[in-house]
């Protein structure tokens, strides 16, 4: 009886070919064929093996996967690479200009925001969407915008002051800022 069963089921589908994806990732495009469930987080590591962008929780909980889609930031393991089609993505690498770091990274640096410095490329492509909000002015507000990036290390005063220096570069003065 199970053999007459098997014999009624009906093949399974082969799988989707894969898709065209068009993304302009850190100024440069870049033509990929993807599988059409493959997340923008995936696309990156595994298909332009640009792997600063790490791969945390893959549920949107961490914020380790957090990168710039036409400046807004955004978790990449929440969506797919087909879903961005034809946007400007930054990652942590395109956040330099040539050999010069971004204000972010110099004051990460300057005041030992990170530890393990895992969750520091999303903590850091985070606060560069922070700054360019224009939303936070206070440390309360910093912390309150960028509670969706986790440090498992708990640099967390560290983070807050390196933003609030460089939102003295780049952006709006956080209160207290110098």
Not at 21 to 39: I, K, S
Not at 57 to 71: E, F, I
């Amino acid at each position: 009886m199970a053999q007459l069963n098997a014999s009624l089921r009906p093949a399974p589908a082969p799988p989707p070919e894969p898709i065209p994806v068009t993304l302009n990732v850190n100024g440069v495009e870049r033509a990929l064929h993807l599988a059409p469930w493959t997340t923008l987080l995936d696309a990156l590591r595994l298909h332009l093996d640009l792997t600063g962008t790490k791969k945390g929780c893959d549920h949107g909980q961490c914020g380790a996967c957090t990168v710039l889609v036409d400046g807004r930031r955004i978790n990449a393991c929440l969506t797919l690479a087909a879903m961005q089609d034809g946007r400007k993505v930054t990652t942590i690498e395109g956040l330099t200009t040539g050999d010069a770091l971004h204000p972010l990274q110099d004051a990460f640096i300057e005041h030992d925001a990170f530890q393990c410095g895992y969750c520091t490329p999303g903590q850091i492509c985070s606060a560069a969407g922070l700054i360019a909000e224009g939303k936070a002015t206070t440390d309360d507000e910093i912390r309150e915008l960028m509670s969706g990036n986790l440090c498992r290390c708990g640099a967390y005063p560290n983070i807050v002051a390196a933003i609030r220096q460089a939102m003295t570069i780049t952006g709006p003065k956080a209160e207290g800022a110098p």
